[in-house]
Each structure stands twice: as C-alpha cells, then as structure tokens.
C-alpha cells in the first residue's frame, strides 16, 4: 500500500523545475508506485500559474508529469474548513493547510520553510507532520 503524500505548490512547482532534490525524488517514488501523490485544485492551478510565469518552457513536461502520475485530487475545502485553517496560518495559505488536513494523508510536504514546517501547532491542526521533501524522503525509507 503506498504512502499518502500531500503535496503543496512548492513543492509540485519544484518536482517539474528540477530534474534532481527530494520532490522530483518523491515523483519518481510515485511513478514506481511507492508513495501516492495528493494535491488539491488550488494546488494545481498555483503550480501551472508560477510556472507559466516563472518557467514557461516547463509547463509541457509540468502536463506530461500530471498526465503520468495522475495525483489524487482532493475535493475543495469548504469555506468553514479554510476559515478554521485561518486561525492556524496566513490566510494565502489556509486553502492549501485546510485541504490538506481534508486529504487524511500522511505528510504534507512543502518547500516553503517560513510559513510552514517547524510549526507545532500546526502540524495538530493538519493532523500530519509538516516536512521538506528531504524530509519525506527519510520517513519514507522507501524499499529497494
């Protein structure tokens, strides 16, 4: 049975920009069907926005990688549910904490080393250890 991952934008972003680090390794888990991806709607469109943006010549292989792993999708939180992860974090990040506390999986994995991880409260709140890709990657351990 694989392991549940939430997957933020951070580190979805960083799994098509770089070919080598802890998300495209966790991808590649993924594909070997070691790990099950999720990630929310918002998590998509915020992933293809920066990368239209910052990376446009990746957003064929950002489809292409979507296209082959097809990660689970979550359903959208509620506003209840993002309003309750406001009192937990910034509210730019409330979707994105509230649907991973919605996805039940376990990590969430992010890059984004200010706003998230390292954050008790939080991780009780989610539900879940909040972790680097790195990080999963340890508690993973995944098998040879």
């Not at 070919?19 to 590649?28: C, I, K, Q």
């Not at 689970?72 to 309750?84: F, G, H, L, M």
Request: aromatic share 6%; glycine share 4%.
């Amino acid at each position: 049975m694989p392991i549940r991952i939430f997957f933020d934008s951070s580190a979805l972003f960083a799994s098509a920009y770089s070919a080598t680090g802890g998300s495209r390794e966790l991808m590649r888990l993924a594909f070997r069907g070691q790990v099950a991806i999720c990630v929310s709607q918002d998590v998509l469109e915020e992933t293809q926005r920066n990368l239209s943006t910052k990376a446009p010549e990746l957003t064929v292989l950002y489809a292409f990688l979507l296209a082959l792993l097809a990660p689970q999708v979550v359903a959208d939180p509620s506003r209840k549910e993002v309003w309750e992860a406001e009192n937990h974090v910034a509210q730019k990040d409330a979707p994105i904490v509230a649907a991973a506390k919605k996805a039940k999986a376990a990590l969430l994995v992010t890059l984004d080393r200010k706003h998230l991880p390292g954050k008790p409260e939080l991780e009780r709140f989610v539900g879940v250890p909040i972790v680097t890709p790195k990080e999963a990657l340890t508690r993973i351990k995944p098998a040879d």
